[in-house]
């Protein structure tokens, strides 16, 4: 028996058969095959991109996990109702059977003759299942309208993106218009402009000369007070100077001391360090002679494999070469003479064909770089918009997938508490259906119209045995 509470979750080939999984499923209005795994691969398709593969496999798995969740749910509450009543009948019927002195089979008699308060048990049950349906349908609306409510807000803001979008388009191309306008523009006023500058420059360098005169005159002046003031400032200066040598060679002679300190210090160490540093280079020595050993032995090997090889080839290079020379020098005796005389000629042609191609090829290249770059730009558009409604798409038939599933899951649910309703009110007309004479000789556990036929049935039962009749 595989249950809720054992069965592989990842399992693609699991199944569930455990009664009470199975009823519980039942209760849930769950479908035991909803509840087994599928992988990503059973949502693949032909045309399906792998985004849209994975929104499939994510809203299933999530779907197949929540009704997982109810039916274990469902399942554990199934097994407490069963540990409850199973004790409260032991704990009641052993109870009852102490206090009135009968057996717990006339006692469950009894019981199962007090058919109007079951009755009653029965309507008000009927009357919480009642409120209960109205409850769980009312929710399910409200969760219908607010999912019909989010997709005309999607619906709309799709919109608006496409309307943005076109006006976005608009808006750029009136910019590149005025654009390219000002750009007109500004060449007219800069071309104007050149011609002003380059008259006001003409007057401007007169001015400048004769500005220059005067400014030369002034410069000869400010330059002999700054050589003067320069002259005290050098005075001052070497005065200050003076004493700063005086105080740099005290802290010299100072710093000269701690120096003379650190460096035996550092003496000390270095000797240490040159100790451990021989020993180690001693042994990368040893191991430095054993590889260069090994090496030196594969060089020798490769050079001879090597040298040969190369004898081989310089020889046939030789004989090659000797007979494309001889080739070459009957074709450079016939051809030497044409050559001569159509060299300047081709040389123009090809220089004033190749300027032509140039020219032509780099404004043919300019052209196609702007298609190609306008073509890949509308090229990403549409395959960003294609994107966005494969995806609003395949999130619109996962909405109604969803909702299939929770109707046909509720319908199954409704179902299932219309079948225990009625299996509760045939169990509980059993007893009416089987009354009979506690004198027709029925065995102990029969059902019983009152209690006064039970009570009469087992005094008569106690005397019978008492005389040892029956």
Not at 447 to 453: H, Q, V, Y
């Amino acid at each position: 028996m595989t249950s809720l509470a054992n069965f592989d979750e990842n399992n693609p080939r699991a199944s569930i058969s455990s009664p009470r999984s199975l009823q519980a499923c039942k209760q849930e209005g769950v479908l035991p095959q909803e509840l087994i795994f599928k992988p990503m691969e059973a949502f693949q398709e032909k045309n399906l991109s792998p985004r849209l593969v994975k929104l499939r496999y994510d809203f299933f798995e999530a779907k197949r996990r929540d009704l997982l969740a109810a039916a274990r749910r469902a399942r554990d509450a199934l097994l407490a109702d069963e540990k409850r009543e199973k004790e409260s009948n032991d704990q009641a019927l052993a109870l009852v059977a102490k206090e009135s002195g009968l057996s717990k089979g006339a006692v469950l008699a009894l019981n199962s003759d007090t058919l109007k308060m079951e009755r009653q048990k029965l309507l008000r049950a009927q009357e919480t299942e009642r409120n209960w349906l109205k409850n769980a349908l009312q929710c399910e609306l409200n969760q219908l309208k607010q999912l019909e409510s989010a997709n005309q807000f999607l619906s709309e803001e799709s919109k608006n993106q496409e309307d943005a979008l076109r006006e976005h388009s608009r808006k750029m191309k009136e910019l590149n218009d005025k654009r390219a306008a000002e750009e007109e523009r500004k060449q007219l006023e800069m071309e104007a402009r050149q011609k002003l500058e380059k008259q006001l420059a003409k007057e401007e360098f007169h001015k400048q000369q004769l500005e220059i005169k005067k400014q030369q005159k002034l410069d000869a002046l400010k330059q002999k007070e700054a050589y003067e003031r320069q002259v005290k400032e050098a005075e001052r200066k070497k005065e200050m100077e003076r004493e700063k040598a005086e105080k740099r060679e005290q802290e010299y002679r100072e710093l000269q001391a701690r120096k003379d300190e650190m460096k035996a210090q550092d003496q000390r160490r270095t000797d240490i360090m040159a100790q451990k540093q021989e020993q180690f280079q001693e042994y990368l020595r040893e191991r430095k002679e054993q590889r260069d050993m090994r090496i030196y032995n594969s060089i020798l090997a490769n050079q001879e494999l090597e040298q040969k090889r190369r004898d081989d080839f310089e020889k046939k290079q030789q004989e090659d070469f000797a007979r494309e020379e001889r080739l070459l020098q009957v074709q450079a005796k016939r051809s030497e003479e044409t050559a001569k005389k159509q060299f300047r000629t081709l040389m123009k042609r090809q220089m004033i064909k190749e300027e032509a191609i140039r020219k032509a090829e780099e404004r043919r290249t300019a052209i196609l770089d702007q298609q190609e770059e306008t073509e890949y730009r509308l090229m990403e558009h549409e395959a960003k918009k294609e994107r966005y409604l494969d995806f609003k798409r395949e999130l619109d038939g996962l909405r109604s997938k969803n909702k299939e599933i929770n109707v046909e899951r509720q319908r199954r649910r409704e179902e299932h508490e219309r079948e225990t309703i009625a299996d509760a009110v045939k169990k509980k007309d059993e007893p009416a259906r089987c009354r009979r004479d506690p004198n027709s000789g029925a065995k102990r556990g029969a059902c019983w119209t009152s209690t006064t036929e039970l009570l009469s049935y087992e005094t008569g039962r106690w005397n019978a045995r008492c005389d040892g009749g029956w």
